[in-house]
Every structure is written in C-alpha cells, then in structure tokens.
C-alpha cells in the first residue's frame, strides 16, 4: 500500500458483498478514487453495496425508529468493519423517475424558485389578486387545470385511428373501434335502420354522417325488425357512436383485453384548454419579463438564463416590496433571479443548456439525468462527504466530458470525496487514486489487484484496466468496408431534427455521433426505426416504453419524412435496446433467452421424472405443480419488522430454492434443477455441453462477455448495458434470414474497454453475415473501428439537429465542423503510435 499513513482514509476489512472475497481495502478521503475493473468484477459491490450501504445504515441508526419507516432502507452490507466512513451521497445511473409530473425543474428544484419569482415579483393583469406559489404548479390543486388534472395531456380518439382502412364500407369494418360479434353486428343494423348506408366506403359517406358516427353523444334507440324467414323478435337497437364506446370501455371495462384493444384508438393531444401547460388560467395570466410561467419552463435553459440574467445583474432595486401589479424590479426578484441564473449557468456549464425546464424527467437519458443531480450538489454547499458516482461519464460527447471532469474538481475543493466507479480511461487518468477489482467477472473476480496512484497500476501485470489505461492493448482499427447501397432519407423532421436529410449506407457498421441532444437517437431509434418497421408492415411499438421511460403523447409523434429510397434492402428490423428484459424477478436470463425451455425439458426426460409423470412445465417455478408453494416460487418472504420498514429473508421452506421439495428430487449428473439456475454462464456452459439447445444459447452469452451472470439472476438485477448485450446473445444465436437492420443506442455504454472489445467482435461478426448495423456512440474506440461515421449538431436542442459531417472516421476526423472530429484524431493518432 503506498499510502501515507498520516492521511485521513477510510478503511475496509471483511468486505464479501456479492462477489467480493473478504476484501480489505484503504481508500484516500478528500480525493477522486476511481473504481475499476471487468464489468461484474465487484466495482459496484464495494463502492455502492458496502461503502454507500453502510454510510446509510448509519444514519439511519441516528434517526428515530419511528422515523425510519419513512425512509427508503438499504440493507447492511456483508463486511466485518469499515473506519474513518463519512456521511455518504449517491449519485448512481438511474432511469427518469416514472412519474410523468417529474421534471428537469423539479429535480434541480428550479422549478420551486420560478414558482416563487411568479407569486412575489410577478406582473398581474388588472384587478387580480396575487397567488401563492403552489398557484404555478401544476402538480398541486391550486394549480392544476381542471381538464387534464395538471398532467397538460388529454387522450382522445381521431379519425385516422377510428377509421385506419377509409376505403372499407361499414359492413366490411371500416369502423376498427366497434366491437365485433353481435355487439359489431346491431350496431352495422342500426346504422342501416337509421337511413346510412353501410355498403358504401367510408370516404365516400357524407361529412356530417362521418363526424356524426364517430363522434356523436347521441344514442337513439332504434327498432330492429327480424330477417326474412326467420322467427326470431325484432328488439330494440342503441347506437353507440366509436369515441362514446371507446370511452365506455375505458371507464368502465373489467376486462384488461378489451381495454388494450380500446387504448390503440387513442392517442394523447396537448390540452386544449391549457395549452399542454398543465395550469389554470389564472396562473398563466401572470408574467414575468414579457412571459407566462409555461412559456419559460418551455424555453431551452440557455434562453432561461439570457431572460433572467438582466434582472439578476441589477445593484439597485427600486423597492424592496412588489406593487400591486408587478415587481420585476424589487429586491425579490433579484435575489431569486440571481439564484436561478447562478444554478442554470452550472447546467449550461455541464453541456445541458439545450434542457428545457418543462421537459419530462422519463425522457431523460441515465446521463442527462446523473449531471442534473450533479449540478443540484454542487449548490448544495456540503462539505466533508463522501459523493459516491456510477460512470458520471457514462452516455457524454467527449466534448460534454471535459465540463463535467471539472465540476467534479469543484467538488473535491470544497472538501468533498469522491468514490467513481469508472471505465472511461480518460476520466480515470484524472483520478488521484485507483482501486482495481478483479481481475475476472463474478467469480472470476471480486479481489483487489490494486489501490494507490494511478500511475503504479502499470506495474500490475493482471489488470485488464492497466492493459487498456497503458496501452498494452490496443483496440483493433478495421480497413472501412464498402457500403453495397445507401438508403436516403429526405425531408426529416422531428424534434431538433428539421427537414434534414441523411444517407445512411447498406451492409456496414455506421456510428452516429454528435454532443448530447444532438439528435442522434431521435434519428436512430425513433425516425429509422419507425420507418423501417412500416417499409416491413410491423405493427408500431405501443405508446411509451415497458420501464417506464417513454409518454403517450412522445409516442404519438408522427414522423414526417419527404421522401425515402433504398428501405427494399431490409427484410428485418432488430432494435437492441437497454430496456430491461423483464418487469419482476420471475423474469430472469434462462426464461429471457429461451434456454430455460431446454433445460426444463431435459429435466422432463429423465428416468426418474417419467416415471412420476413429470411434464417440462413441472420444473417452472411459476406452475402451483413445481413451485415451493410457501413463497410462490419468489424464494423469498416477506417478514414485518415493528417499528421498522418490512424486510425479505430467504423462503424458510425451500431456503431460497423456489421449488418444492418434490421437484427437487429429480436431477441430472447430481444437481436439481434449482442448482443449474443458479450456475453462472461459464459453469452451465460446461454443465450443459450436449445439450445443443442450451450449449448454442450459453456460448453466445460468453461471447458477448456475460459468462460471469447466473442463469437464475432476475432481470431487475441486471443493468441497462448487460440487458442490451443478452439481447444481441438472444438475436446472434437465431438462424440468419435475409438483410436486417440493427439499430443500437449506445450499446458500449457502462462497458470495460475490455468488454467493448467482445462486444465490437459480435456487432462486426453481424455485418460480415450481411447486414446493416447503425449504432448512437460517444465511445471514440467503437467509433475508430466503423466503417461509416454521420455527425450530428453543431450543438445540443435548437443547436443541433443537423448533419455536420460524414465519412470513415479518417475523413470525419479532419473536419472543421464537426465536435467530435479533434477528439477522434487524436484518439486514431494515439491507436497508430500504438501500432
């Protein structure tokens, strides 16, 4: 250990979170000390499962038992002791909060000043009286409109999605909202009783017949005489229009089926009475230098501090107190624009300013979402804490980098720590100390090959970090290949992206690249996907994302492309995506990939198994046949705690096995299937070996660098990048069919050089076999091996949005233009020196 033993530092003895392997560790205090290492070598489990766990299990035991009920509990980490800890802050890699009222104003809590700039220093309208600050927020009652409850979205029905097919008769179903069966069938009798022709198509009725079917409120009651020849009773019909009973259905319906089914006919509109603002007219009757409080949480935040900046600026208040009607100029609105500006100018300064205050925190990127939390700390004026971080580089431009590197700086000045788990070389050069975990993932890793300056890792012959950090390993520089065909697209426009046109080449590796919010994922994975999959005829993703991320009203968006050329090359779609592979913990890498199936079946045909009837579905811990019926096949209890938070402890029957005792008698060379779950990737692979089902399925998780997961893990364990790589593993061992597109979203995100280095073999192993891989990238090794690079901006937001260079990454990275050409020269300069 090269530490100076008069310097304060915390100390680690006993650590066996996870993976780790009785860990004893000194780490510096008042330093940046990056944690790195292999992906799933243990990085997390130190810095967040024991140092952060147990800075928080102590304050919690500071706080009144009854208090701590309030409070979200992490567990007592597995570690024998740890001196000299400080109070601890995390800042980890999250999604958006799910709530869709979560903004980037309430995160950063700008949103509480702006409210309070509003009620006390705002302009009136004549013979108003002041509100109270909770009068500008949409999320209180004060505040909210009456017609969308605040949430500045109404979902209604149009005729576009009513009426999909317009050349369809009624009879034939040009209606695709009514119901079908009988219900379908009166209604088509008592549209025809009532004089409408429902042979003739749809584009053809009348205009005031059309509306009237859609959307009338009316429901006459019309007699339905019997067919011909048939002794049935004529009966008496209601009309129901298609709005009215899709309504119906929605408000009313027990049926979850029929409610999906009645939620495709509906789309969300910005409110019409609040304008999407979410507020109530009185609210947005005040104004502050010339705008209502909706139209500045709209304003991008450069334009926010540009706004507020005179008033701040001033020395003199004309007041101390507001007038009647407006006090934009009194003490009051000073001190809190100086306040706002103060904080926004942290924002701008983190390559944030192209942000709007309004804009929704579910459609934030983990990295977006990370700075802001950054920025509030560092107004916080703590002092002597210990801010633990989860890749702050993570999703960054190496141009957004650098601004972020030195708020960290300003962090540590004002007499912080700071605990990085880190992959970014560069940012861990900056670092003042380093503690390397592994050297392996899982069980392969989980020691510790090193802690002290960074420049005596080099010495460390096992670290795959020292390998990378020193350049002992250089990534390999592919000779670009030559595209077979280009598909163009004219005319783009969504989100930043105006009228922009791009050609984006066939049978190659293609990175886009560009500073945050330049566009690039609104034209990957919204515009190219969206219009691949209607070339294909795929049905369109259902609005917002399953974690929670996307919004009725984001989804709704129509993409408007002029004109498009070359999308006959496609016979697939793959989006390949960090969403999580599962909601639940029943969701787990086995079932996710299929494999599970194998596995279950090959337990079905054991001796012993048919002998007592045992079908593959026995051995699912889902099935009442095969589970431990005491934790439902959870493996695991809750247990009530007085005074306390509830707790899980394992499942006292089945020890945390999830199967009954029953199920658990059947085995394959000596294990039952509970022991392969709980395998990791390696050692089932090995297990497994004949059984090509599963061999198939295992050896591709190992090459895309997951052999360390077990096969059991639940899916709400794994992070965004190891759910994006399992779902390559699932797509690379299906048998190839025709061109596909693969569309990837930053897949080297939260990735070891070391694994980016798997990863790139795989996603190049995809082109070789004939097709087409486009990915969003900021990572310059990923993006020197593409054969094609598109450059978006020049900037984020309004900045951005249009094409500033393309090229191989040779000539990308000799123009004048483009942020990310300097950084990719000089990264290709360093790969050459290297060679």
Known sequence: MEENAAAPCVRVRGASEHNLKNVDVDIPRDAMVAFT??????????????????????????????????????????????????????????????????????????????????????????????????????????????????????????????????????????????????????????????????DRPWRRLKKKDREWLLYTDEQPSVLIEPEPGRIDYGYHGKFWSARKHVMHVLADSKSQRMRDRAMRFVQGVPCPACGGSGLRPEALAVTFAGHSVAEVNAMPLTEVASLLRPVAQLREASATTSTARSGETTEVAVRICADVVARVEVLLGLGLGYLSLGRRSTTLSPGEAQRLRIATQLRSGLFGVVYVLDEPSAGLHPADAEPLLDVLDRLKASGNSLFVVEHDMDVVRRADWVVDIGPGAGEGGGQVLYSGPVAGLEKVAESATGDYLFGRVRP???????????????????????????????????????????????????????????????????????????????????????DTEGLEAFDRLVRVDQRPIGRTPRSNLATYTGMFDAVRKLYAGTDEARARGYSPGRFSFNVPEGRCETCQGEGFVSVELLFLPGTYAPCPTCHGARYNAETLEVTYRDRHIAEVLAMSVDEAAQFLTDVPAASRSLETLREVGLGYLRLGQPATELSGGEAQRIKLATELQRARRGHALYLLDEPTAGLHPADIALLLRQLHRLVDADNTVVLVEHDLDTIATADWVIDLGPGGGDAGGRVVATGTPAKLATSRRSATAPYLATRLTRLDQHG
Request: hydrophobic fraction near 35%; aromatic fraction near 4%; include cysteine.
């Open 37 to 198: 290492g292999v992906s799933g070598s243990g990085k997390s489990s130190l810095a967040f499962g024991t140092l952060y766990a147990e800075a928080q299990r102590r304050y919690f035991e500071s706080v009144a038992p009854y208090a701590r009920r309030l409070l979200q509990q992490v567990g007592a980490p597995h570690v024998q002791e740890i001196t000299g800890l400080p109070p601890a802050v995390a800042l980890q890699q999250r999604r958006g909060a799910p709530s869709s009222r979560s903004t980037v104003g309430t995160l950063t809590t700008l949103s509480n000043l702006l409210r309070i700039l509003y009620s006390r220093a705002g302009t009136y309208p004549r013979g108003a009286e002041r509100l109270e600050a909770e009068a500008f927020s949409p999320n209180t009652s004060a505040g909210a409109c009456p017609e969308c409850h605040g949430l500045g979205v109404v979902h209604d029905v149009t005729e576009q999605l009513l009426v999909p097919d317009p050349s369809l008769s009624i009879r034939d179903g040009a209606i695709a909202a009514w119901p079908g069966a009988w219900q379908g069938a009166n209604l088509r009798s008592v549209v025809n009783a009532l004089g409408i022709d429902i």
């Open 476 to 562: 390999p520089v592919r000779r670009p290949r030559t595209p077979q065909g280009w598909l163009h697209l004219r005319g783009v426009s969504r989100h930043n992206l105006r009228n922009v046109s791009v050609d984006v080449p066939l049978g190659v590796l293609t990175a886009v690249t560009g500073v945050s919010g330049s566009g690039k994922s609104t034209l990957v994975t919204q515009v190219l996907a969206e219009v691949v999959r209607e070339h294909l005829g795929l049905a369109p993703e259902e609005p917002g994302d399953p974690d929670g991320q996307g919004e009725h009203d984001e989804a709704a968006l129509e993409v408007d492309v002029q």
